[in-house]
């Protein structure tokens, strides 16, 4: 089905033509036209299958047709975090570029007062997160009682935030005449609850086909935990791979790796929760324009990026959460593209593997690399460290000091093993 056979205003399609869209996907062709009859929804779809596309389009036309003359904040979209926020409004503006209509993403970590003149000089659509918004309402008289469109975005991970009660609150101070659509990659039965609470008579949409991306090929490669960013800088040189988005489960984990790939050369950055939106917004851009070729990010990357056709995901770590597994890969194999997906995994993360495997239902394939078999013995850097520790720990015990498990480790990794490219450039030094 393609976007002309909608009921859309010219202008929107005209937008849609410069974005290069051609035929609806399939969350697309079943939501839009429920969502342009005026009616509360619940859609369920995989990630990178269209879902802004799906409730921005028909938000856009019902705004057109109200016809203002001047902007008046009518849409209302939650997302969890600051990226998504961006991200939507972005995508909004475009679909809207040959209209009037006007769209601000408020969020926080960044400067209060840009945000606050554009929302004074108005809109029609905000896009926000939800301490944001609060911090507007409060401190600064928001009024919310015109909005008769409220959109959340990723509504499974907006409770897994614990912003229930914040939710609840905007459905307060919205029109008493308001639609309420839901949209998210996976649902609990707490979000599945929560919608039953707040929507009238929705329809319920669910096309997702299976839970995790059909379109990634998917991989598991089986190495010690000590050698797993020597195995990736490996690979990234050995396979000339120019983009990579690496996942880990920490930000200690995010920044060491960072530190191993520069020295070995690899252009990289780090996104998580400890770095300024300023600066996550500056590698998420040179990641996107090729100025780096790795961006190590922990979890707070793996909801609602769109990286357009990234060719390539791997997990440094796997998450603690099964699920967050699913929206991990799907930052790559998006809006019908193929992908990619590795996970590095050490015996001490069969038992998330597997619970992984259940929730996909598919069991990954194994690989292992020649040189990183597990139970052959380690290269002489890594046991000449042991006995560097081992020795240590000994001659504390003769002084008569109690001995700290964790001390004595190389710096910045919490498994006691000293990379190979640290030994290499000791080495030429020597």
């Not at 342009?36 to 028909?58: Q, Y």
């Amino acid at each position: 089905m393609k976007f002309d056979a909608l009921d859309l205003n010219p202008l929107l399609l005209q937008a849609i033509d410069e974005c290069g869209y051609q035929q609806l996907t399939q969350v697309q062709s079943e939501v839009i036209p429920l969502a342009l009859s005026g009616v509360d929804l619940m859609a369920c779809a995989e990630t990178g299958t269209g879902k802004t596309a799906s409730f921005a389009l028909p938000l856009l036309e019902r705004l057109l047709k109200e016809d203002h003359e001047s902007p008046c904040l009518r849409g209302l979209i939650l997302t969890p975090t600051r990226e998504l926020a961006i991200q939507v409004a972005e995508n909004i503006t475009r679909y809207g570029q040959f209209t009037s209509l006007k769209t601000l993403a408020v969020y926080g970590g960044a400067n209060m007062n840009p945000q606050r003149k554009a929302l004074n000089a108005g809109v029609d659509i905000l896009v926000a997160t939800p301490g944001r918004l609060f911090d507007f309402v409060g401190q600064h008289g928001l009024n919310l009682s015109e909005v008769t469109s409220l959109i959340i975005d990723e509504a499974d991970r907006m409770l897994d935030m614990g912003f229930v009660r914040d939710i609840e609150k905007v459905k307060s101070l919205v029109s008493s005449q308001h639609l309420t659509h839901f949209f998210s990659a996976t649902y609990s039965d707490p979000v599945k609850l929560l919608a039953e609470k707040m929507l009238n008579s929705p329809q319920w949409i669910n096309v997702a086909q299976t839970r995790s991306a059909a379109s990634v090929e998917q991989e598991i490669y089986l190495v010690d935990k000590r050698r797993k960013a020597e195995l990736l800088s490996e690979l990234i040189g050995r396979n000339n791979w120019q983009q990579v988005l690496v996942f880990a489960t920490t930000k200690e984990s995010a920044e060491h790796l960072k530190s191993e790939l520069s020295l070995d050369g690899i252009k990289c950055g780090v996104f998580h929760g400890d770095r300024t939106q300023g600066a996550r917004n500056r590698t998420l851009e040179e990641f996107k324009s090729g100025k780096i070729r790795v961006m190590v990010a922990t979890d707070v990357a793996a909801r609602g990026l769109d990286i357009q056709a990234l060719p390539l995901v791997i997990n440094l770590e796997l998450p603690y959460g099964a699920e967050d597994y699913i929206h991990r890969v799907g930052r790559t194999g998006r809006a019908g593209l193929t992908g990619r997906a590795i996970s590095f995994v050490c015996p001490s993360d069969e038992e998330m593997l597997e619970e992984i495997e259940s929730l996909i239902e598919l069991k990954l394939p194994r690989i292992v690399l020649p040189g990183y078999e597990l139970g052959a013995p380690l290269p002489a850097r890594y046991r000449e460290t042991q006995d560097v520790t081992s020795t240590k720990k000994k001659f504390e015990r003769r002084k008569g000091k109690p001995v700290n498990k964790h001390k004595g480790k190389p710096k910045g990794r919490s498994d006691g093993a000293k990379s190979s490219y640290a030994n290499r450039r000791t080495d030429k030094k020597r």
